[in-house]
């Protein structure tokens, strides 16, 4: 959980050769100097502290919907309640980067929780699929997907508006996509 310090990250190299750095999202590679986001080469992040929204070094009573997230902006790192749903909070501060960097070759890193336990989402994104899934939380899992796919696709949208989206790579990963499937 703690990035070795002399380890560099994609981040560092994209910022050494002057573009703009920014991640939202789950930061599991340390909470704490020398190992946080702004530490680690992002020059604009807002991200929450631990492996999980609501883990032991999170702030204190987040629950994926009106959280508190660490920002780090203009060199500076606050505490700060964001409203809504985690994923789009993140995505929402991921747009609102790339808006500010639209003229500058930029890299963000969006690293979300869902799909993931705990299984918490807007009861309209898991609703589609009470009557289809019936295992254990399969319809928040399932919501937590179609969340995320929707966000993606604000995203996108965002990047052919801005002119953006033929110049730009885009790569989807994730490492919790069989988490509960």
């Known amino acids: 959980t703690m990035l070795h310090p002399s380890e560099k990250t994609i981040a560092n190299h994209f910022a050494e050769n002057g573009y703009k750095t920014g991640m939202t999202g789950k930061w599991h590679l340390g909470d704490n100097a020398p190992h946080r986001p702004q530490d680690r080469g992002f020059q604009d992040a807002v991200w929450h502290r631990c492996g999980g929204v609501g883990q032991a070094s999170d702030h204190w009573g987040n629950d994926y919907f009106d959280d508190t997230y660490e920002r780090y902006h203009n060199g500076k790192t606050t505490l700060e309640k964001f409203d809504g749903y985690c994923t789009d909070v993140f995505f929402e501060e991921s747009i609102r980067f790339v808006e500010e960097n639209k003229d500058n070759p930029f890299l963000i890193y969006i690293s979300t929780n869902a799909p993931h336990s705990p299984y918490w989402v807007d009861e309209k994104w898991a609703d589609v699929y009470r009557d289809v899934v019936k295992w254990k939380d399969g319809a928040e899992f399932y919501g937590m997907i179609s969340n995320l796919d929707y966000n993606l696709g604000l995203l996108r949208k965002k990047l052919k508006d801005l002119k ?9 990963m994730t490492d919790n996509g069989t988490a509960k499937g």
Do not use: Q
């Not at 953006?164 to 989807?172: E, G, K, Q, S, W």
């Open 164 to 172: 953006l989206f033929n110049d730009t790579i885009l790569i989807f």
